[in-house]
């Protein structure tokens, strides 16, 4: 009977030892906090709820020393019995304030019943940690997400084909995408050119402009930064035509081409040395009202230089010094590289100033 009695008392020794391992001490917010808490504490909107402060506050303010954050978002819970609302109101001010504690206060959010979670807060999530490029913790909140019942929507899924083309991922984009295509819902710019972005990292542009064509005949048009990014990768690579369609292809989804489109442009033509239509793109920027940049006419100079045509340069100089045009640190810095070739440097002055007489 003795022995009985020790050992229940030893269980029940255990048990309160246990619950208070399981407790979460509450801090009193006083003047024992720093300086960086007090000026974020500050922040807090001043009309928001009471609860909502208070754990706002235990956030600001929180130690490992007084249990872990679930512990402390579930005393609060036992506490307050938040609603959806009060949730959303923390979080907003969480994410406002970019505190470094966001993610883990989301995610046990996602587990409390009184957050009511759905597929768009799982999909926020997801879409957060992408951002950070934290590709496990995206893909665990998707197990998640799916273990709970939910399924995959468009929003969703466009995510994953943005997060997996970012990683360098092009199967899983691929996968993500077919998937979207099974929804049967209609699919929108931001869906299509996710997948676009993916093919142009992946180095599989003319997949990414077959994508593109596809979607003109549905009279969907891609974001200025798409057709840029592909117009971009054919220009890096010397691919003059391919860069023309693009730009050809901005212009009839009614996007007007600015001075760096174009530069993009005259850099294809110049890279795959084609002065005469690096000269004509140029030429057409000045037509629609544009003022060129520095890049721009440097380009144009470094199409003249591979050919050696000192004078048609000199021309095109002196063209756009009486349009009032100067040129920049880039463009002057090519001249004094080419002069120096030629062994001209100290004659530049002069021979610019007979051309100008001479214009």
């Known amino acids: 009977m003795v022995k009985s ?19 979460y001490r509450w801090l009193k917010i006083g003047s024992n906090i720093s300086e960086e808490q007090k000026q974020t504490i500050s922040q807090i909107p001043p009309k928001m709820e009471n609860r909502c402060q208070a754990l706002l506050k235990q956030i600001i303010c929180f130690s490992p020393e007084n249990g872990s954050i679930s512990l402390m978002m579930a005393a609060w819970v036992k506490s307050m019995n938040p609603q959806r609302a009060d949730w959303l109101s923390v979080l907003k001010e969480l994410e406002r304030l970019n505190h470094p504690l966001y993610f883990e206060v989301v995610e046990h959010a996602l587990t409390e019943e009184s957050f009511e979670a759905n597929v768009r807060d799982y999909t926020k999530m997801i879409h957060g940690y992408a951002k950070q490029n934290k590709l ?14 939910f399924i995959c929507d468009q929003v969703t899924l466009t995510t994953l084909v943005h997060m997996y083309s970012k990683a360098g991922n092009l199967k899983l ?18 869906s299509y050119g996710s997948m676009v972005m993916a093919y142009i ?25 798409v057709y840029k990014a592909l117009l971009r990768a054919y220009s890096m690579i010397s691919d003059s035509r391919g860069a023309q369609r693009v730009f050809n292809a901005i212009q009839l989804a009614g996007i007007i081409p600015d001075v760096k489109v174009c530069g993009l442009l005259i850099n294809a033509y110049v890279m795959a040395g084609q002065t005469h239509e690096a000269v004509i793109a140029f030429d057409n920027l000045r037509k629609a009202d544009l003022e060129p940049n520095d890049k721009c006419v440097a380009l144009v100079l470094a199409a003249y230089e591979k050919e050696n045509k000192l004078n048609n340069a000199l021309d095109f100089l002196i063209k756009l010094e009486k ?27 002069l021979v610019l100033r007979d051309y100008a007489s001479s214009a």
Request: aromatic fraction near 4%.
């Open 5 to 23: 009695v020790n050992e229940g008392e030893k269980v029940e020794y255990i048990k309160e030892v246990k619950e208070e391992k399981t407790r």
């Open 173 to 190: 984009a691929e996968e993500s995408f077919e998937e979207m295509k099974l929804l049967g819902t209609p699919l929108d710019r931001r």
């Open 201 to 225: 990292r992946a180095g599989m542009l003319d997949h990414g402009e077959s994508l593109l064509r596809e979607m003109e005949t549905r009279e969907i048009y891609a974001g200025r930064e």
């Open 323 to 349: 349009d009032g045009v100067m040129i920049g640190r880039e463009a002057s810095e090519l001249l004094v590289r080419w002069f120096r070739k030629l062994g001209v440097v100290e004659e530049v002055e």
């Open 136 to 149: 496990q913790k995206a893909e665990n909140t998707l197990l998640a997400m799916k273990n709970r019942g």
